[in-house]
Nanobody
């Protein structure tokens, strides 16, 4: 099966930076996109950023200009550089893989999540 392993979360002061990493492994036939989602206490999971197989990117309005998503195709790894962090960025961040199966279907895989806390 496919496994996603996140790293890089932690505690940071407002205005600080963190860099999240997510490495995908297993039988991956074809990648449609990879991305990051987050879930704060009492709120539903929301999209943060995605990057397509054509390198197109999509960001939530709340993080535009502050976060940057990138990937290393050779390693099937996606990164999220987070700058100018705000307390409202506090959440569990989840890595997502949107992929095509060998039979032509679509599958989404999720990491276990990494905690990001922005506090003074």
């Amino acid at each position: 099966q496919v496994q996603l392993v996140e790293s890089g979360g932690g505690l940071v002061q407002p205005g600080g930076s963190l860099r999240l990493s997510c490495a995908a492994s297993g039988r991956i036939f074809s990648i449609n996109s990879m991305g990051w989602y987050r879930q704060a206490p009492g709120k539903q999971r929301e999209l943060v950023a995605t990057i397509g197989n054509d390198d197109s990117t999509n960001y939530a309005d709340s993080v535009k200009g502050r976060f940057t998503i990138s990937r290393d195709n050779a390693k099937n790894t996606v990164y999220l550089q987070m700058n100018s962090l705000k307390p409202e960025d506090t959440a569990v961040y989840y890595c997502n893989l949107d992929r095509r199966t060998v039979l032509g279907g679509r599958q989404r895989d999720w990491g276990q999540g990494t905690q990001v806390t922005v506090s003074s």
